[in-house]
């Protein structure tokens, strides 16, 4: 089993910045990637960032230039350093893991932490 905990959500202002952390623990062998997707109000959940074992990056068009993911593999931890904050930044924001189980690329997911950005 895989468990990811994250933090580092709450509620800041406009053009703020934020830092979120999720460590993982478990069975985290053959990882495929680590990342954050968020879910705003009445949306589906998208992708924000994601980062693979090689550390390759990837993000949404929406926060490129203002968010950084980044890892420190020592603490199995991911973090989203999230700068120039907006209010459509507005949502929970999940953990993922992929990692191959098998055959199969599994998906696992935090229990989300929420970013609120003001106007």
């Known amino acids: 089993q895989v468990q990811l905990v994250e933090s580092g959500g709450g509620l800041v202002q406009a053009g703020g910045s934020l830092r979120l952390s999720c460590a993982a623990s478990g069975s985290i062998f053959r990882l495929n990637s680590m990342g954050w997707y968020r879910q705003g109000p009445g949306k589906q959940r998208d992708l924000v960032a994601r980062?693979?074992?090689?550390?390759?990056?990837d993000y949404a068009d929406s926060v490129k230039g203002r968010f950084t993911i980044s890892r420190d593999n020592a603490k199995n931890t991911v973090y989203l350093q999230m700068n120039s904050l907006k209010p459509e930044d507005t949502a929970v924001y999940y953990c993922n893991l992929n990692r191959q189980l098998f055959a199969n690329n599994m998906d696992y997911w935090g229990k989300g932490t929420p970013v609120t950005v003001s106007s």
């Open positions: 980062i693979t074992s090689g550390g390759l990056t």
